[in-house]
């Protein structure tokens, strides 16, 4: 899951500065750092569901106890301090 949080970070830092060095080279560096960091916001917002969808799914698959019966629930005399 740290993965997924880093990739969000530079992928609106990477839309950020791209958007900047866009704006410099039209004339307005505020604007264009305002759509990128936009456009990364929604890139990066993307493949954060992308995957944790996938992370989610992969997680289900190593479940070996879905659809079976719960294990027996612990008595409390077996219970340590």
């Given at each position: 899951m740290m993965g997924l949080g880093w990739q969000?970070?530079?992928?609106?830092?990477?839309?950020?500065?791209?958007?900047?060095?866009?704006?410099?080279?039209?004339?307005?560096?505020?604007?264009?750092a305002?759509?990128?960091?936009?456009?990364?916001?929604?890139?990066?917002?993307?493949?954060?569901?992308r995957g944790a969808l996938k992370l989610n799914s992969a997680l289900d698959r190593m479940d070996k106890s879905k659809g079976k019966t719960p294990p027996p629930p612990i008595s409390a005399g077996k219970m340590e301090e």
């Open positions: 969000f970070v530079t992928e609106m830092l990477a839309g950020a500065f791209l958007g900047w060095i866009v704006g410099k080279w039209l004339g307005n560096e505020t604007v264009g305002l759509i990128g960091t936009g456009s990364g916001l929604t890139v990066a917002t993307y493949s954060l569901i």
